[in-house]
C-alpha cells in the first residue's frame, strides 16, 4: 500500500495536486491549518509533518510544492530512512530574503498572527548543511519557464547524494498538467 504526502506551495491552490495518481497508494494532501502547533514557526511545522509521515501508512513518498518542498526536505532529515523517496517541485532549501519578501506568501492558508510568527522563524533557515543527511533519492521538477527556481533546483540536485532533476516543458510559477504527468510517471 503506502502513501504519497504532499506540502502544497503556499500561494497556489492546490487543486492540481488532486490529480496525481498516486497508484496503489493513499493521495494525503496537507491542509495548513489542521496543525495545532503551540507557535506557527518553520520547526514546529516541520515536527508536525514529521509525526504526520510516522502515522502513515508505509512507505511514504513525501512531495513538496515551493514552501512545501522546503518543509518536505527539512523533515526528510528527521526521517532517515522512513521514506520512499522526496518528490519536489520548484524547491527551496533556503530561505534567502527574496523569497521571505515576495513569493512563497502572497495568499496563505493561515492567519496574520500565524504568518507574521512563521516568517520570522524563517529568517536564517539554511538547509545546505543539513542537504548531506538525505540519502535517498529527491526527484526534482521545476518549469522550463521558471528561471529563478530553475537555477535552485539545478543548485539543489548537484548538492543531493541522490538528486535527480527534471525540467518540466511550459512549466512556470505552479504546477501544471504536464508537471503532474511526470509527477504520475514517477509514482508508477
Do not use: C
Not at 508536525?48 to 512507505?59: L, S, T
Not at 498572527?113 to 533557515?125: D, G, H, I, R
Request: aromatic letters at 6%.
Amino acid at each position: 500500500m503506502g502513501t504519497v504526502i504532499v506540502l502544497p506551495a503556499f500561494n497556489h491552490d492546490s487543486s492540481m495536486w488532486q490529480q496525481v495518481s498516486p497508484g496503489h497508494r493513499d493521495l494525503q494532501i496537507i491542509d495548513y491549518h489542521q496543525f495545532e502547533l503551540p507557535e506557527y514557526t518553520f520547526e514546529y511545522l516541520v515536527q508536525a509533518v514529521v509525526e504526520v509521515v510516522k502515522q502513515a501508512p508505509q512507505p511514504v513518498i513525501l512531495a513538496g510544492e515551493d514552501f512545501g518542498a522546503l518543509v518536505a526536505l527539512r523533515a526528510s532529515v528527521d526521517l532517515l530512512g522512513r521514506l520512499d523517496r522526496l518528490l519536489l517541485v520548484r524547491p527551496h532549501y533556503q530561505a534567502t530574503n527574496s523569497l521571505l519578501r515576495t513569493g512563497v506568501f502572497g495568499s496563505r492558508p493561515i492567519d496574520n498572527v500565524q504568518y507574521k510568527t512563521l516568517k520570522k522563524s524563517l529568517v536564517n533557515v539554511d538547509l545546505t548543511k543539513k542537504l548531506m543527511h538525505i540519502q535517498g533519492a529527491t526527484f526534482i521538477f521545476t518549469g522550463d519557464q521558471d528561471r529563478k527556481n530553475k537555477q535552485v533546483a539545478l543548485d539543489l540536485k548537484n548538492r543531493l547524494l541522490d538528486g535527480h532533476l527534471t525540467i518540466v516543458p511550459k512549466m512556470g510559477k505552479e504546477l501544471n498538467t504536464e508537471g503532474v504527468r511526470m509527477l504520475n510517471e514517477n509514482l508508477r
